[in-house]
């Protein structure tokens, strides 16, 4: 197997948009797209994949994954917003993504919550989950070879390869799980309340 900590540093897993550089003023839609560009842009698998385009942007308005845009601009809370959005669509569907930020929503426009400090809260525990799951993919790929030795196989790399990849699919598939299990409960949450 290639060198893994290779492999996980060129993932690009700890880029995001810091606080500090979501500019103060409002962003029209082709300036939103260059900063997540810039920000997401070496995280992409490949050249052709797209970071946010004009039609998802649209898509999310459309869906209400945010509260509404005025003058055909972005504020810093919209930014936040459809960066949040951007995380967690790669294990949500946009109907529990809806759901899990309806509140958060609800609150930015009516302007009574620090959006900002929920975000930086938000990239902070993103900093400590990246070490952790470096830390964890190392270990499994550490599991995975203990298994592959005990079959005592002709090509150990290729077994290790596919092992390591299911085991890591399996566990994605758990976070996964746990996490729509929560957006059902802060669903429900929400049905009682309205």
Do not use: C, W
Request: charged letters at 30%; zero cysteines; glycine letters at 4%.
């Amino acid at each position: 197997m290639n060198n893994l900590a290779d492999l996980l540093a060129e993932l690009g897993l700890e880029n995001n948009i810091a606080l500090k550089e979501i500019p103060g003023i409002d962003l029209y839609m082709d300036q939103v797209i260059q900063l997540f560009e810039k920000n997401f842009g070496s995280s992409t698998r490949n050249e052709d994949e797209k970071v946010l385009t004009k039609t998802m942007i649209n898509n999310y308005a459309k869906g209400k994954l945010f509260f509404p845009i005025k003058n055909k601009k972005y504020s810093k809370e919209h930014l936040i917003l459809i960066s949040l959005i951007y995380q967690l669509k790669g294990g949500l569907s946009i109907q529990d993504i809806k759901q899990t930020l309806d509140g958060i929503n609800k609150r930015a426009e009516s302007a009574e919550f620090p959006l900002d400090q929920f975000y930086q809260s938000h990239l902070n525990l993103h900093q400590k989950n990246l070490e952790i799951f470096n830390e964890d993919v190392l270990k499994t790929e550490q599991e995975v070879r203990e298994e592959v030795k005990k079959l005592d196989a002709d090509d150990p790399e290729e077994l290790e390869t596919v092992l390591l990849i299911a085991s890591l699919v399996n566990i994605s598939n758990f976070y996964r799980r746990t996490a729509e299990k929560l957006v059902d409960q802060l669903a429900d949450k929400n049905n009682e309340k309205g």
